[in-house]
T-cell receptor, first 116, second 113 residues
């Protein structure tokens, strides 16, 4: 199956700093990628849809200036958490769909962000 | 709009016992249906999916699910639980032609020795 990687797998940062998380589709091209946030013992919450070569589409209630998304190539999307605060601490997961009738999504391994 | 309901946020079974995780969906037309498994601090792994055709779908690790249109259900089963099955399980639905997955709230499966 298709492989999606994320980097870093975990990061600890100080409050007020910015953190960039990368999501890569390793063996297929993805014009669209999805970014999710997952709180402990909860389901995945879709934050935004990343579109290659155009602006991301954010879900209602997600601050676009806080969570900057860039999809610069067909295999790379980045999520930057700007001016991070402890409440931004979470597990961030990206996914990328393959082409085809049902666009099966493949998920990255996730990034654990801890803001001190 | 589509939605997914997983009955039971936590299911506990004994090793060797039947595993049954329930999922009901709401959709105006039969959607694509998925079950994912998530181990601690990891991403999601696809267990199985229903897109079209045979309603009984077999997946990895001995899991299977049956799509029942009349009941709008897609319950996940495994005849005999193994300790390694302990994880979080998510049911998800995607409309035909849609991009986004809609997830259920998840079910934590615990296996008792």
């Amino acid at each position: 199956g298709a492989v999606v990687s994320q980097h870093p797998s975990w990061v600890i940062c100080k409050s007020g700093t910015s953190v960039k998380i990368e999501c890569r589709s390793l063996d297929f091209q993805a014009t669209t990628m999805f970014w999710y946030r997952q709180f402990p013992k909860q389901s995945l919450m879709l934050m935004a849809t990343s579109n290659e070569g155009s602006k991301a589409t954010y879900e209602q209630g997600v601050e676009k200036d806080k969570f900057l998304i860039n999809h610069a190539s067909l295999t790379l999307s980045t999520l930057t958490v700007t001016s991070a605060h402890p409440e931004d601490s979470s597990f961030y997961i990206c996914s990328a769909p393959t082409s085809g009738d049902y666009n099966e999504q493949f998920f990255g391994p996730g990034t654990r962000l801890t803001v001190l | 709009a589509q939605s997914v309901t997983q009955l039971g946020s936590h299911v506990s079974v004994s090793e060797g016992a039947l595993v049954l995780l329930r999922c009901n969906y709401s959709s105006s037309v039969p959607p694509y249906l998925f079950w994912y498994v998530q181990y601690p601090n990891q991403g999601l792994q696809l267990l199985l999916k229903y897109t079209t055709g045979a309603t009984l779908v077999k997946g990895i690790n001995g899991f299977e699910a049956e799509f029942k249109k009349s009941e709008t259900s897609f319950h996940l089963t495994k005849p005999s639980a193994h300790m390694s099955d302990a994880a979080e399980y998510f049911c998800a639905v995607k409309g035909r032609g849609a991009q986004k997955l809609v997830f259920g709230q998840g079910t934590r499966l615990t296996i008792n020795p």
